[in-house]
């Protein structure tokens, strides 16, 4: 079955300029959540989706970054008044449930958006 | 001191070779150990977990955990030129749902 699907693939901005970043999860899978590559860095955690519940916002760095869930499936990364160090790639992943993943593969991550903020 | 610390490598090795890919961790809470494999240009992939502590076996793969010196060990036996990828050890809490990820060990493979 279809796996999650991230669009851009690429993207190139100005410093300044908004991007948004978008993520198409499983079908199905309540769970969903946004993180951050950078060279040389860990997966860094930005946001976290779980069914209808407030989304936990912890790991956003700065208010400029900001995203929505519609449905309960699309989401949308927004990341307004780019930085250069916003440059990174940025990982959508999903899950059956956000608690338990014995039995379900763990997270399922799509290809990432590579930003590039000149 | 860093939550989680992993060797970035790159580590080469020779088709056939074992390989031990290592990660510390400090958060003596942590319960789910996992190593996710990522390819070039592509997203991580969960290639193996443990809950709790010992060991795993799947194939040429076996993970370790060793819960009082808070240390993971993935091993590779006859390591392939397709095994070459950033491994990622990544850890979470019970009943949590941040998972932590290490910052990846490049492995390179020569036929």
């Known amino acids: 079955g279809a796996g999650v699907s991230q669009s851009p693939s690429n993207k190139v901005t100005e410093k300044g300029k908004d991007v948004e970043l978008r993520c198409d999860p499983i079908?199905?899978?309540?769970?969903l959540y946004w993180y951050r590559q950078s060279l040389g860095q860990g997966l860094e955690f930005l946001i976290y989706f779980q069914g209808n519940s407030a989304p936990d916002k912890s790991g956003l760095p700065s208010d400029r970054f900001s995203a929505e869930r519609t449905g309960g499936s699309v989401s949308t990364l927004t990341i307004q008044r780019t930085q250069q160090e916003d440059s990174a790639v940025y990982l959508c992943?999903?899950?059956?449930?956000?608690?338990?993943?014995?039995?379900?593969?763990?997270?399922?991550f799509g290809p990432g958006t590579r930003l590039t903020v000149l | 001191q860093k939550e989680v610390e992993q060797d970035p490598g790159p580590l080469s090795v020779p088709e056939g070779a074992i390989v031990s890919l290592n990660c510390t961790y400090s958060?003596?809470?942590?319960?789910?150990f996992m190593w996710y494999r990522q390819y070039s240009r592509k997203g991580p992939e969960l290639l193996m977990y443990?809950?709790?502590?010992g060991n795993k076996e799947d194939g040429r793969f076996t993970a370790q955990v060793d819960k009082s010196s808070k240390y993971i060990s993935l091993f590779i036996r006859d390591s392939q030129p397709s095994d070459s990828a950033t491994y990622l050890c990544a850890f979470r809490n019970t009943g949590g749902f941040k998972t932590i990820f290490g910052a990846g060990t490049r492995l390179f493979v020569k036929a």
């Open positions: 992943a999903s899950s059956l449930r956000g608690l338990n993943i014995v039995g379900t593969g763990g997270k399922h």
């Open positions: 079908s199905g899978h309540t769970a």
């Open positions: 958060n003596s809470a942590f319960q789910y």
């Open positions: 443990t809950y709790s502590s």
